[in-house]
């Protein structure tokens, strides 16, 4: 089993910036794609950004590219969202998940997700 614990949310002003943390734990740990995703009051699940595991190519939802950055360290297990020029829109709580699967387009683990508020 794997679990995943996203930290690093928080307050920030508009024009700021945060990062978030990811660390799995698990016996073995090697999943297809990591993602962040997040969901704001009212709103659908958004996914925001990608990151293949073992290659490290990236992809980005429009609305954030050229702000987030999406990151792995593989010795640690951990990936992080560097989140810059936030912008109030960007308030969500934010999760990160794991991807086993190349075929299936379900994501297998969840974490529990950490609260980003962007203040204007």
């Known amino acids: 089993q794997v679990q995943l614990v996203e930290s690093g949310g928080g307050l920030v002003q508009a024009g700021g910036s945060l990062r978030l943390s990811c660390a799995a734990s698990g016996r073995t740990f090697s999943p297809y794609r990591m993602g962040w995703f997040r969901q704001a009051p009212g709103k659908e699940r958004e996914l925001v950004a990608v990151i293949w595991w073992s290659g490290g190519s990236t992809d980005y939802a429009d609305s954030v590219q050229g702000r987030f950055t999406v990151s792995r360290d593989n010795t640690k297990n951990t990936v992080y969202l560097q989140m810059n020029s936030l912008k109030p829109e960007d308030t969500a709580v934010y999760y990160c998940?794991?991807?086993?699967?190349?075929?299936?387009?379900?994501?297998?683990?969840w974490g529990q997700g950490t609260q980003v508020t962007v203040s204007s």
């Open positions: 998940a794991a991807r086993n699967s190349a075929i299936r387009p379900s994501w297998d683990y």
